[in-house]
């Protein structure tokens, strides 16, 4: 009897008990309004895959709009001063010269150009994101209006998610781009399934891609697996939330080094 009641209590603890957590990635695709016919194809991805858009590309707005209308979260992709001075940020970004007033202008002429956007991230932006000054006024302005920040870690020496965090901005930073634009499919896949291993590993991950034909194919041929592989793909603003439950008041630990390159695509 003794036997059967303590049987009893265990089937009743495992049926209670909650299920394990499945493994999650998000995914960015970074520099929509360029490509045009690819970028389109990343708005019809399968799955919550994110949508960044440049401001000052010729197709922005078509680009925020379609992807929004199938279904993806916008991100407006803000470009950012580089340490390769051979990539200036343009009228639409924000360089050490830029002023608080001329960052604020900078952002809201973005958002207006990018509609639907639910955060920002940074392209380029390996010399900026290190100094806090023009992080916190950045960080400032998307407290203001509740959008969140991901840092693409660009450079192992940024700030920005430490400065968000200090703000009270919604954030996290990248883990694995998975291609660069001479990466052959086989790169990609090797990447994507390297964001998989630490997915499984760390219980989530967070990629960053483009909008090249070779990862467009990859991700039409690999993302409707992922469920099977035991990871399941969910938006950013998920896995932010996901990981404000485990990290408040950790810094980042991310590496710039993640097997493709570091990357300012």
């Not at 707005?61 to 470009?79: F, I, S, Y």
């Not at 291993?197 to 967070?206: S, T």
């Not at 399941?232 to 630990?253: H, M, P």
Request: charged fraction near 25%; aromatic fraction near 4%.
């Amino acid at each position: 009897m003794k036997r059967l009641r303590w049987l009893w209590l265990v089937a009743l603890l495992a049926w209670t008990a909650p299920a394990m957590a499945s493994p999650v990635m998000a995914i960015i695709i970074d520099d929509l309004g360029f490509r045009q016919r690819d970028s389109i194809r990343a708005t019809e991805l399968p799955g919550t895959v994110a949508c960044a858009v440049i401001p000052g590309s010729p197709h922005a707005t078509g680009m925020a709009r379609a992807a929004h209308r199938n279904g993806k979260e916008v991100l407006l992709h803000l470009p950012m001063q580089s340490t390769d001075p051979s990539r200036p940020v343009g009228a639409e970004g924000i360089s050490l010269e830029t002023s608080r007033t001329q960052l604020k202008v900078a952002l809201e002429n973005g958002l207006a150009e990018v509609p639907h956007a639910r955060g920002v991230n940074n392209h380029m932006g390996s010399l900026i994101t290190r100094h806090p000054g023009h992080m916190t006024w950045l960080m400032d302005e998307l407290h203001a209006r509740k959008l969140y920040f991901v840092d693409s870690v660009t450079t192992g020496a940024s700030v920005a998610y430490d400065m968000a965090r200090e703000r009270g901005v919604a954030t996290t930073t990248r883990d694995v781009f998975i291609d660069r634009e001479d990466a052959t499919e086989g790169d990609i896949r090797a990447q994507l399934q390297r964001a998989v291993r630490l997915a499984r590993q760390r219980g989530d991950v967070l990629v960053i891609g483009h909008p090249y034909p070779q990862t467009m194919t990859v991700l039409e041929q690999e993302l409707p697996r992922l469920e099977q592989q035991g990871v399941r793909l969910v938006t950013v603003s998920e896995l932010i939330g996901l990981r404000d439950k485990t990290v408040v008041g950790q810094t980042a630990n991310v590496s710039t080094k993640d097997g493709i390159r570091d990357n300012e695509d």
